[in-house]
């Protein structure tokens, strides 16, 4: 096993701290880790994906689970897969779909881990059929702060912690997880543009679930009766056999978006206003009226950013134009029937000329039994903003005041700024998660800069 000592931060890449990393190969090396933690207490890591500062332990240890891979088995009658917590969704993307089964929920991104996915309760764009991850983990090994490894199952209160529980319950060691069978991992993409958020919430309710895949992108530099307008994308698993074979060969292909292109055009120290506009425009008028029938790989649709330098390129020209690096994930959602709450933030972003490098629009269906899980039935919206604009916290406090006020939350796992009042405010098992917490951890065994900040 390995150690060093590393700062450490979240990919926006905001307030690094410094711990001791060890990198264990076996569970025996990892609950040596957590027996001989020090006073600052101990927390596992994956890939550090996490925005903020969940995966975080400012003069204490970090458990780095890369080392922990090994796909242990697949179960083709039960559906089934066993891995290790650091094997990550990107490759189950690239074992699983050529035996006809797919991972039960996809993520933003496939460079994170089993045991990062479920600490976070991950969702994909299929949430209101498919749910969060919580719901298709069959068991996981937990090792827990007295050293000892338990099996977790659903229905236990110790489930319902640890799904959702950002790695405060204990290290993932091992999880089965519940497949999705698929003839093909193909996607056939619909797309179609909306004028205003008027328009594009209607386009998304209009077409229910037929196509499970859903998500928007918003132009935040919009403003007037153009506020909101975005394009929708819609997508589901093509059968393979059906397709000829230059379709197939199309479809191998990972496609790159022109307004990716133009953001990595642009010259160091443009991301301003006039910038991010010009660049929303572009992705705006490059996108189909109404299109359906594109074939696209799983990467190239769900996760076009993890093989291209937009997201390097984004924290450059972050630094370049603010003067430091560093970008803040805002990510909430508001109920079903609080679409003028989400409207009123959309155009408060959008009066702000806040140069917002992303904003996703999906939709939510039935909460996780996660005590801490995010999701809730409603609409969720991401945005990232440089780290550095002026008055951003202000800014973000306000928006949280009008989130809060329509019963909504903002994410955990993605939160890097929030305060704790906000917290407890929006996560009302909070006291049952701390009561849990401190009859299986009453040392602190199990900490992070985020769970610190937070209170959690």
Known sequence: ??????????????????AVRFRPRTYEEAAAV???????????????RAPGDAAQNAGGSVLDMTG?????ALDEVAGTVRCD??????????VLPPRGW???VVPGTGRITVGGAIGSDVHGLDHPAAGSLARHVVALELLTADGEVRTVTPGTALFDA???????????LSATLRLK??????????TERARDLDDLLARFTAGGDRLPYASAWVDLSARGRSAGRGVLTRGEHAPLSVLPAHARRTAARRQREPWAAALSALPGGLLGPAAAALVDEVRYRSAPRARSGELRTPAAFFHPLDATPVTDRLHRLSALSTGRSGLVRYRFTVGYGQE?????VVRRIAARRCTALRAELQRFGAASPGWLSFPAPGWALTVELPAALPGLGRFLDGLDAEVAAAGGRVCLAQDSRMRPETAAAMYPRLPEFRELRAELDPTGAFRSDLARRLGL
């Not at 096993?1 to 410094?18: K, N």
């Not at 922990?68 to 242990?72: A, E, F, G, K, N």
């Not at 917590?85 to 690239?94: F, I, K, N, Q, Y």
């Not at 069978?181 to 619909?190: D, M, Q, Y």
């Open 1 to 18: 096993m390995s150690v060093d000592t590393v700062s450490l931060t979240g990919w926006g890449r905001t307030a690094p701290t410094t």
């Open 34 to 48: 957590v027996r001989g933690r020090g006073p600052r207490g101990a927390l596992a890591r994956g890939l550090g």
């Open 68 to 72: 922990l891979d090994r796909i242990r």
């Open 85 to 94: 917590a650091g094997v990550s969704l990107e490759r189950l993307l690239r």
């Open 102 to 104: 797919f991972p039960p």
């Open 162 to 172: 640890t799904t959702g529980g950002l790695g405060l319950t204990g290290v993932i």
């Open 181 to 190: 069978r698929v003839a093909t991992g193909l996607i056939a993409v619909s």
């Open 340 to 344: 003028e709450a989400l409207g009123r």
